[in-house]
């Protein structure tokens, strides 16, 4: 019987999704590395510092992408099927990878939840964009907002999210526990000083309030460092502020005597640029560190990079 074409592309990906893994596992056990596959780029990064020449790491997100709008596509499904470990951060910072997790054989591919043990806070409503630094877990964001998945951001949480991966490639591979503990050894050292270069830093600006033209996803930081943080709009990165949103950020900018407005990557800077226009203001990068372009990762640049950028913008930006 002579099938339609499109029967035979979804017969063929069947078969990829089905054989690929198997034949990659083969390889795998040739070049004796194991094959991990992460969404986000600081669970790339880490992973692939963690796992050294002992491990093959890829990163699912495309460069450049912006991960909140992301769909997997069929050969993501595969690339995912043929890994050892599939490292995300949390249901709620990807929903879109509960999709591709229902498809894995859990007896080949362990999920790893980079963000297990971390308790979440609460980012704003709609209309209520702000939050602050000194208030407790919960209460940084308003009431009763989503959740805010930005985890990575408190570097004492990436140190936390640096040894979840590292207890999954010691299961995974207890051959090279003594290597892999090393290699992670010495990322969480580098964490722990940029998170004292932060906080010594910080607390040194004359300024404490943050006001940033873009979704609501520095809010760890914020509590963290001891800052005021204000965004325009809410967690749901495809959220857009409304007018009467703007104009409180305009008058908020001029009675805070704030010279800065922050814009992120990835984004449009549109917002802030807008905001900036009607205050006399300049624009800074402050980068939430999703994702990176294609140069950026051609290039090697780290997360721990990302982040000491990050610091120097918030020196300027809040004096």
Request: hydrophobic share 40%; aromatic share 6%; charged share 25%.
């Amino acid at each position: 019987m002579k099938l339609p074409p499109m029967k035979w592309v979804t017969l063929a990906l069947l078969a990829c999704v089905l054989i690929l893994p198997g034949c990659t596992r083969q390889e795998q056990q040739k070049s004796g590395k194991l094959q991990v596959v992460t969404t986000l780029y600081p669970l790339y990064d880490f992973a692939k510092r963690i796992g050294g020449d002992k491990a093959q790491v890829s990163l699912l997100l495309p460069p450049g992408v912006e991960p909140h709008s992301f769909e997997p596509r069929p050969e993501n499904v595969v690339r995912v099927n043929r890994a050892d470990l599939f490292i995300y951060t949390s249901p709620i910072m990807e929903p879109w990878a509960e999709k591709i997790i229902a498809g894995l054989d859990p007896g080949k591919v362990v999920v790893v939840e980079g963000s297990k043990g971390i308790a979440l806070l609460q980012a704003p409503q709609d209309d209520e964009h702000g939050g602050h630094g000194d208030q407790h877990h919960g209460e940084a964001g308003g009431k009763g907002g989503a959740l805010d998945p930005h985890v990575w951001l408190d570097l004492d949480n990436a140190r936390l999210m640096a040894e979840n991966i590292l207890a999954a490639l010691v299961a995974r591979d207890p051959s090279n526990s003594a290597y892999y503990k090393g290699n992670a050894a010495k990322l969480t050292g580098e964490l722990a000083a940029l998170d004292k270069r932060f906080q010594e830093t910080l607390a040194e600006t004359p300024k404490k309030t943050m006001l940033h033209g873009g979704h609501y996803a520095f809010g760890y930081l914020a509590r963290r460092y001891g800052i005021k943080y204000v965004s325009a709009s809410a967690v749901n990165a495809d959220a857009e502020p409304t007018p009467a949103r703007l104009v409180e950020l305009v008058k908020l900018m001029r009675r805070e005597k704030l010279s800065y407005v922050f814009t992120e990557e990835l984004l449009s800077p549109r917002v802030a640029e807008t905001i900036a226009r009607e205050t006399g203001a300049q624009v800074l990068m402050l980068r939430a560190g999703h994702n990176v372009t294609r140069d950026e990762l051609e290039g090697g640049v780290s997360f721990i990079s990302i982040m000491e950028e990050n610091l120097r913008n918030l020196k300027t930006g809040l004096r």
